[in-house]
């Protein structure tokens, strides 16, 4: 089975669940999302395994979400410190 076949195959049951002749939008109104989570690590590890990415996305936005908060707080306590100095 090609590695890409699981993510489209769990794709596929969460958009046609019923039996043909097929499947409205309107029926996967509050359905569909409740699997997003499922389907984007699944196609995460297919990319992975493909070596599109060294790592999970979700793991390295994390990380530098941490990484900017951080040098945020750095830099503005260093730009606020002089100024209270100043003030005395």
Not at 53 to 72: H, S
């Amino acid at each position: 089975m090609p590695l890409s076949a699981l993510f489209e195959i769990e794709l596929m049951k969460d958009l046609f669940p019923a039996a043909l002749p097929g499947t409205l939008v309107s029926e996967l109104k509050n359905k569909f999302y409740t699997n997003f989570d499922v389907l984007k690590k699944t196609l995460y590890e297919e990319l992975i395994r493909k070596r599109y990415f060294l790592n999970n996305p979700e793991t390295i936005r994390q990380k530098y979400v941490v990484i900017g908060f951080v040098m945020m707080f750095i830099g503005g306590f260093r730009f606020d410190v002089p100024r209270t100095l100043l003030r005395r």
